[in-house]
């Protein structure tokens, strides 16, 4: 599976943004998919989570209400609409494609990776 992350840019801070993931390959929706992301000198970490058939949703607390992930496996694409934007906010956006549910949030689970798109938030 090859991950394409698109979307990011420069928005005021409670200002809204759309990010998508496109991904090739036949077993996408096979795949439970993720968002992480990584901000200026700090660890990459964990955004949000849906798995393949797109039933189910996880969230970092710390985007939890504001984000929202969906996907459309007709589309081979993910979706993390966010919201409410805050200038912590501002990083690296990044999906990433996981057949382990039960370990959604760890980074070390997943098995594909795709380029990110930035996001930057005034304030």
């Known amino acids: 599976v090859q991950l394409q992350a698109s979307g990011g840019g420069l928005v005021q801070a409670g200002g809204s943004l759309s990010l998508s993931c496109a991904a090739s390959?036949?077993?996408?929706?096979?795949?439970?998919m993720g968002w992480f992301r990584q901000a200026p000198g700090k660890e990459r970490e964990f955004v949000a989570a849906?798995?393949?058939?797109?039933?189910?949703?996880y969230y970092a607390d710390s985007v939890k209400g504001r984000f929202t992930i969906s996907r459309d496996n007709a589309m081979n694409t993910v979706y993390l609409r966010v919201n409410s934007l805050r200038p912590e906010d501002t990083a690296v956006y990044s999906c990433?494609?996981?057949?382990?549910?039960?370990?959604?949030?760890?980074?070390?689970?997943?098995?594909?990776w795709g380029q990110g798109t930035l996001v930057t938030v005034s304030s």
């Open positions: 990433a494609a996981n057949r382990n549910w039960g370990n959604v949030a760890a980074l070390g689970t997943y098995d594909y």
């Open positions: 390959g036949r077993t996408f929706s096979s795949y439970h």
């Open positions: 849906v798995s393949w058939r797109g039933g189910t949703t």
